[in-house]
């Protein structure tokens, strides 16, 4: 077949803006090879795009997973110091670490986090609960996670849940911590709520952007 036998219309080739006249003009193989190039590699960009996604979805899912097991073992921390604490420090009180700025003293918070909310029990659980349960969904459905944020959920959930089970367990909420220049007196897991409050912040303020519009990619990957 010889080469002024094989026209194409622009249309047929749609190479990108500026290129409908190339196209129009290129007359044989190079036209043909470059609507072929567009032709074949267009359903393979689909698919790359696709797996990307799939593969950042299960790396979120795996780290998901990991930020609960940092949880636990945080849980842990929390329920084995108390397990000393009942054991070793109630029979005697108080016992100074550090004269003029740390003591360790045994009290039986019935309320919230450093004795807030005294007397409401059923409020300081429901709060808790549904709270834990909001944290949980965001772990895994949240599509912006940081490292912040994801240090924010093993914290609020390990601090929550570890005052929960005291409550469940006990009646009330094992408190020991009490730096003298504080009025409150106060546990790990409360430590860890806090801490986890404050990266809290931090992630909105300065890592908190407008997400909408389309998925991004890699640079790289966007290049292609």
């Known amino acids: ?19 409908q006249a190339s196209g129009i003009e290129e007359i044989g193989g190079d036209a043909c090879l470059k609507g072929a190039e567009h032709a074949v590699n267009t359903p393979i960009f689909s698919k790359k795009e696709k797996a990307l996604k799939s ?17 636990v073992v945080l ?10 604490v009942l054991r070793y420090l109630e029979p005697v009180g108080t016992v100074k670490v550090l004269p003029g700025l ?22 300081v659980i429901l709060v ?13 459905r949240y599509r912006h996670h940081t490292f912040l944020s994801y240090a924010t959920s093993a914290l609020l959930l390990a601090g929550g849940v570890g005052n929960l089970l005291d409550r469940f367990i006990h009646g009330f909420v094992v408190d020991y911590i009490h730096v003298l220049f504080f009025d409150y007196i106060f546990n790990f897991a409360d430590c860890c709520i806090t801490v986890g409050a404050v990266l809290f912040v931090l992630h909105v303020l300065f890592f908190t952007q407008d997400h909408s519009g389309k998925a991004e990619l890699p640079e790289e990957q966007e290049k292609l």
């Open 75 to 84: 849980l842990v921390v929390d329920q084995v110091i108390k397990y000393f």
């Open 55 to 71: 593969n950042a979805c299960n790396r979120g899912r795996t780290t998901a997973v990991l930020v609960l097991l940092a949880a």
């Open 1 to 19: 077949m010889g080469r002024e036998a094989l026209f194409f219309r622009a249309e047929d080739f749609p190479f990108g803006e500026g290129s």
């Open 102 to 123: 740390l003591e360790f003293t045994y009290v039986e918070n019935t309320g919230a986090a450093f004795g807030l909310f005294q007397n409401v029990l059923w409020l």
């Open 128 to 140: 808790t609960l549904v709270a834990s349960l909001v944290i949980l969904v965001l772990l895994f």
